[in-house]
């Protein structure tokens, strides 16, 4: 079982930036696609990016493209997140996680969970 640990939250003003990482366990992780969902207060947990197992392929949902990006580092057994040009509406808790389904964007094909880390966009 694959153990995951994310970090890199905190609060920062709109406009700006954070790298979150999520490290994770085992010798299988070069093989795992990986993804990054979030969930604000009162919301449901909603897809935020996804990354192949090779780092060669990405997806990401519509309302962070062009101001986020996924990447990996299997060397490293983590995946990053950067986050530029943040808005309030980014204000949630960030949780990165395994695909073990056929789907890069439902939270259903994923597992793993880490405990997540918490981002707060504001002025």
């Known amino acids: 079982q694959v153990q995951l640990v994310e970090s890199g939250g905190g609060q920062v003003q709109p406009g700006g930036s954070l790298r979150l990482s999520c490290a994770a366990s085992g010798r299988t992780f070069r093989i795992l696609p990986m993804g990054w969902f979030r969930q604000a207060p009162e919301k449901e947990r909603e897809f935020v990016a996804s990354?192949?197992?090779?780092?060669?392929?990405?997806f990401y949902a519509d309302s962070i493209k062009g101001r986020f990006t996924i990447s990996r580092d299997n060397g490293k057994n983590t995946v990053f997140l950067q986050m530029n040009s943040l808005k309030p509406e980014d204000t949630a808790d960030y949780y990165c996680?395994?695909?073990?389904?056929?789907?890069?964007?439902?939270?259903?094909?994923?597992?793993?969970w880490g405990q997540g880390t918490q981002v707060t966009v504001s002025s």
């Open positions: 990354i192949a197992s090779s780092g060669m392929t990405t």
């Open positions: 996680a395994v695909k073990y389904g056929t789907s890069y964007i439902k939270a259903a094909d994923f597992g793993s």
